[in-house]
């Protein structure tokens, strides 16, 4: 990873390169009453017990596979198509998943939680690797830093609880 110094005459740095990938193939979102939560399956029976749904490919950036809508003609047959698109996406709890990632401080408390000395509990480098892929993805492209929201400019705070995490 080449980082830019202070100085650099780049104005905007290029977010850094992350060499750990997993396969996004592998995880699975459940839903249990609303509640939401993302599985990675480990080996390929598993996998192919629990087929990915549309929701978990459209989340994940992969091809869905949905059938092509055909380009709408007037503001009802673009409604209608919208309708069509969504309701492939709607969970079977009749929610629709999505990120509630703005604050950028809950990660680091789950994470320091869950592994520095309070529950002990070994983070599976799948979800190591998406925490880190999703850190990165998040950075501040002007600085590289982070803020306490998504949205914010990068604060000490906020980077360091950040980098804490990684």
Not at 31 to 55: F, M, V
Not at 69 to 75: D, F, G
Request: hydrophobic fraction near 35%; proline fraction near 8%.
């Amino acid at each position: 990873m080449n980082r830019k110094t202070v100085g650099s005459r780049e104005k905007t740095p290029s977010p850094p390169i992350t060499e750990s990938q997993i396969d996004t193939n592998r995880w699975r979102m459940r839903d249990i009453d609303g509640r939401l939560t993302w599985h990675y399956l480990e080996d390929d029976e598993e996998t192919n017990k629990w087929p990915q749904s549309y929701a978990d490919k459209w989340y994940l950036g992969l091809p869905t596979g949905l059938p092509k809508l055909s380009k709408p003609k007037t503001p009802t047959e673009a409604a209608k198509n919208g309708l069509t698109f969504f309701s492939y996406l709607q969970l079977p709890f009749g929610s629709w998943g999505s990120e509630f990632g703005d604050p950028m401080f809950l990660l680091p408390g789950i994470v320091i939680t869950w592994y520095c000395k309070i529950t002990k509990t070994p983070i599976p480098l799948s979800h190591a690797i998406a925490i880190k892929n999703y850190m990165f993805a998040r950075a501040n492209p002007s600085d590289g830093g982070w803020g306490l929201y998504i949205e914010a400019e990068s604060s000490i705070l906020g980077t360091a609880l950040n980098y804490a995490v990684l």
